[in-house]
């Protein structure tokens, strides 16, 4: 489990990849481009704490499957409301 | 039995590390208040002490029973007051504003102060009895949820005192219930009432669900749970997200009346519908967190009394399984009458369907139980039969609410009104049965068997008198007082049945309490056919339950030496740090204190906003509540973990970790709630033409940095406790610590200079949504520096080293304030 040096790699990727997505931000993307691009970027980083900083990816299965509920839950709450008003 | 500080020096916090000290002996007269609130062998059943102290699951659960009791007789004198203003077809008993908050408070009171916390109470008794525990995993926590439970219904009491309570229906729909149309204080009273409430059902769902999933007997497995533990597994799970968003819903609507923000009211969004979304998307499972508890028990009760298990009792556990999932894909059903799209619409109705399939299923496993077994017409029998009969009503006539086009014709009337009391009181019902049913378990006595018959027969009568002439009067508009008077004669009889019903409830409670002294005295089993392991223990069961370890490993439940137990099918474990001598603290001052302090400050922030005395009261409640929670922290309270156990699907993780894990899924919605609505207003809005509210993304991406940087430090902490460095643990929280607060400067600063560009909370729902999200995620960073600030002295004591566990659970907490701001950075600063 103690791994620094996993653990420095991973903090400086994340460090990378914040930066990335106001450097994105600032390119002429398309907006869509520029929002699937910068979320994803965000979903990368959030799987990297989660499954690292977390220790999600050594813990029982079961675990993941309880905070993916919770994700799910608030998912279905959002697109499903916003859907609503389309 | 139970954990004394004062002889027992080995007992450490669960938190790790904490040798307790002995107390110093007070002197006379500083100690007469001390010792009442300090804790030794728990105090017998009279003594007063006994019940603001305990932590016991058996004492936490009749204190629930008895104050619901409490909360029926509140709501029940509202809702008498209601039917003697609806005798007559024009308002002449209460003013408009006083019926419109008799209404509002009877629902509320009711759904959550009453059927929820009824159902608690037996859950707290039975589940632990019937899993074969000594007690739920943190039983702190369990006393706290009951006291803030109890002090959140006091608040809502308070709250009529306060220019009047709140005015706008249960369901609490906006626009209404923005200060422009219910300015007096007690309806934020009572908003923060609920929210206090709700907090208590978070914490009690963490408790539960650990205690479920983690501490169950050799070889009770899942699948041979007993149905009624089934149906709270199930409710808590629902408790756990459905709560979640009501807690989002609830913050929200406390800041547009407190902070000034304009979620609710902004023009050019779909504010109100905002409301109906987050409230339903809770409300709808809440039918299911109320009625299951209820259903668990009837089908324990059916099992009993026909003496036979339950045919399908597969299936039954399947059908359970199917609505708690399908009870979050329902919610836009309660909204037929807004603007929401056909396509949508369509989809909820086909949902809507669905769900009432597996209900289906469990009645008639209920009623082909009854035509394979022999019935014994029991009052607790009695009470489950009736409340099959009745739902087997409310049922039907909720499908008719189901379709759409007769949604627009019914919604708003008075079938409404039946139809959901018809499948409430019939929750009611079942649990009164349950009452009887585990009376003498709780007591040791039975009831008076002739009066616990007479008040069915009073009850079910009352019940229909009251309710079905409303199904006739449909078109009585809903939550008015005035009606077409060719319908008084309906309203008279259900006026009539109310009594009846009053009547009958007090029938059930004066029994219960002449039975304490009364009652003849009762063996471990007074039912014949009840096999459930509650009854396989003396009535009432002793402190810690069992005489030895219960196990059903051989196919029934036996009690085995604990030295002796074999592992087939169970998960061992090394007795945990905080055990000695298999014995367990049973009392704590604590959560009480912390729900004093809790309710003090809920009560000044109700006020706040107008300054006055409400500013001082605040400050006494926020301090309190601070120095309750570090003597809750300090505090030494033993708990064992049981060796052995059947833990799947949480075999590998222990008891404190799957609690913050269970936690954090159920933050994850209350923020999910939050970006939710932000990115329904904005789609409401226009996602292109809405406007970020910084200026600039670089302080933004800064505290990103820093965020991940002070995530890295407590990873680094937690390695450096791993390898027994005192130093490095010291350093890597010192650092999150300072990082923390440089966090909060950095944002503090952004918003200063914000306000200096005139946009505040209320400017418009852009600014709105950006300070009360990012307020949200700033209020878990402050939390965590508390947490750190109470880690840091102690590491320096070297706490740490033998058990790094709690710098583990700090880190899941700080790692998931983290991983929020990850997405609330591009949300609000890029895109």
Known sequence: MANTKLYTVIYVVLFVFATAQVAIEGMSLGFELAVG?????????????????????????????????????????????SYSIT | MSDDRSTDESAVQPDGGHASRPLAEPTSKQSTLRRFFTRDDLPPYGALRRWLLTTNHKDVGVLYVVTALLFLVFGGVLALLMRI??????????????????????????????????????????????IGAK?????????????????????????????????????????????????????????????????????????????????????????????FTWSILLTVWMMLFAFAALLAALLILSSDRILGTTYFTAEGTPGSLLWTHLFWFFGHPEVYIVFFPALGAMAEMFQTFTGRRLVGRKWFIVSMLLVALQSFLVWMHHMFLTSINLQIKTLFMITTIGISLPF???????????????????????????????????????VFLGAVVLDY??????????????????????????????????????????????????????????????????????????????????????TVGGFLLGFAFLLVIWNCYRSLWDGETVSSNPWAHATTAEWAIPSPPPLENFPG?????????????????????????????????????????????????????????????????????????????????????LESFSVTEPAVAERWPFAGIENGKLGVWIFLASDIVLFGAFVGSYVFLRAGYGWEAWKIVPHNPIPGLINTYILLTSSFCVVLALVAAQKGRRWGVVAGLTTTLLLGIAFLINKGIEWIELFHHNIWLSTDVQASTFFLTTGLHGLHVVLGLVIVLYMIPRALNGAYLDDERPVEYFGLYWHFVDIVWLFLFPLFYIL
């Open chain 2, 135 to 227: 007690d739920l995993a943190f039983p702190r926590l369990n006393a706290l949820s009951y006291w803030l439970y109890l002090f959140s219904g006091i608040l809502l009491g308070l709250s009529f005192f306060q220019g009047g309570s709140f005015s706008g229906g249960w369901t609490m729909y906006a626009p209404l219930s923005v200060p422009n149309y219910m300015p007096q204080i007690g309806s934020t009273t009572t908003i923060l009432a609920l929210t206090l409430f709700v907090i208590s059902v978070t914490v009690s769902s963490v408790n539960f669900l650990t205690t479920m999933h983690r501490m169950r007997a050799p070889g009770l497995t899942l699948r041979r749970m007993p149905l």
């Open chain 2, 85 to 130: 203003e609806l005798l007559t077809p024009v308002g002449d008993f209460l003013s408009a504003d006083g019926y419109n908050q008799t209404v509002s408070t009877h629902g509320l009171i009711m759904v959550f102060w009453f059927l929820s916390p009824f159902a608690f109470g037996f859950a707290n008794y039975i589940v632990p009895l019937q």
């Open chain 1, 37 to 81: 691009l910068i979320i994803g970027l965000s979903v990368v980083k959030a799987v990297l704490v989660a499954g690292y900083y977390q220790h999600l990816f050594t813990e029982p299965r079961s675990v993941t499957y309880v905070v993916l509920s919770g994700l799910l839950t608030a998912l279905a709450l959002t697109f499903a409301a």
């Open chain 2, 549 to 633: 370890m219960p196990s059903y490993e051989s196919g029934s439940l036996d009690f085995l030496d604990r030295e002796t137990a074999s592992t087939d099918g169970g998960t061992v474990t090394k007795p945990t740090p905080s055990s000695h001598d298999g014995h367990d603290s049973h009392a704590s001052p604590w959560p009480l204190g912390i729900s004093i302090g809790s309710f003090v400050l809920f009560l000044g922030l109700s006020g706040v906003a107008t300054g006055g005395i409400y500013v001082p009261i605040t400050i006494v409640g926020g301090g309190l509540l601070a120095v309750t929670l570090l003597g809750f922290g």
């Open chain 2, 409 to 494: 014709q019914l919604r708003g009337t008075y079938w409404v009104v039946a139809h959901f009391h018809y499948v409430m009181v019939s929750g009611v019902m079942a649990l009164v049965g349950a009452l009887y049913y585990w009376y003498p378990k709780l007591t040791g006595r039975m009831y008076n068997r002739r009066l616990g018959k007479l008040s069915f027969w009073l009850f079910f009568a009352g019940f229909n008198l009251l309710y079905f002439p409303m199904f006739i009067a449909w078109e009585t508009p809903r939550r008015v007082f005035d009606y077409p008077a060719e319908l008084t004669g309906f309203h008279q009889l259900a």
């Open chain 2, 360 to 398: 289906d299923l469990m009645v008639f496993s209920l009623i082909y139980t009854m035509v394979k077994g022999r019935l014994r017409f029991t009052t607790p029998f009695l009470f489950a039969f009736g409340s099959l009969f009745v739902f087997i009503i409310g049922g039907i006539t909720g």
